[in-house]
T-cell receptor, first 114, second 110 residues
């Protein structure tokens, strides 16, 4: 168990509404990531964080924002949800190069935008 | 740019068959290499990893060897079980991020 909790685990929301997914870790790891997983696309990085208030964009960041005000929490916000953002979202954490860049995943958040 | 290519699935095997899932990578420097496994409805779990050339990662009967000369990290298991049915992802890690293959679905029939 990697000590990662994602919430909510399942959510259905309407197009145009804001949605926030939360990732909470108990490992005190420096790096945190948000991925989305879609059939035919594998895993795609949305945003990542390398410390409190230090974040950077991944390959599919449009329409998403993140915040990290504490080491243990990394929030992903969809400002105005669209149907193309229906997906499974995974949070991941990593201690960094000391672990050979190993990352550990949460159990996922299933988001449906109708 | 950096990329990871793994064999397309689905792969269907009978129980106790030999498994190979091919993975090759293109990356600068000396990335760490990983195999992750995902069971239905769950997140990805680290299966094994190797951090330098000629290292062999192993876990639960699965093995993979870091081959720098062929830029490969093929996953093997000598005798698969029904419980090995899952999706397997190969990844290469450099500079705080991982580059992912698209995943290979494995179904093992009794």
């Amino acid at each position: 168990d990697a000590g990662i909790t994602q919430s909510p685990r399942h959510k259905v929301t309407e197009t145009g509404t804001p949605v926030t997914l939360r990732c909470h870790q108990t490992e005190n790891h420096r790096y945190m990531y948000w991925y989305r997983q879609d059939p035919g696309h594998g895993l795609r990085l949305i945003h990542y964080s390398y410390g409190v208030k230090d974040t950077d964009k991944g390959e599919v960041s449009d329409g998403y924002s993140v915040s990290r005000s504490k080491t243990e929490d990394f929030l992903l916000t969809l400002e105005s949800a669209t149907s193309s953002q229906t997906s499974v979202y995974f949070c991941a954490i990593s201690p960094g190069q000391n672990s050979g860049n190993t990352i550990y995943f949460g159990e996922g958040s299933w988001l449906t935008v109708v | 740019g950096d990329s990871v290519t793994q064999m397309e699935g689905p792969v269907t095997l009978s129980e106790e068959a030999f498994l190979t899932i091919n993975c090759t990578y293109t990356a600068t420097g000396y990335p760490s290499l990983f195999w992750y496994v995902q069971y239905p409805g769950e997140g990805l779990q680290l299966l094994l990893k190797a951090t330098k050339a000629d290292d062999k990662g192993s876990n639960k009967g699965f093995e993979a060897t870091y081959r720098k000369e062929t830029t490969s990290f093929h996953l093997e298991k000598g005798s698969v079980q029904v419980s090995d049915s899952a999706v397997y992802f190969c990844a290469a890690g450099n500079n705080r991020k991982l580059i992912w293959g698209l995943g290979t679905s494995l179904a093992v029939n009794p």
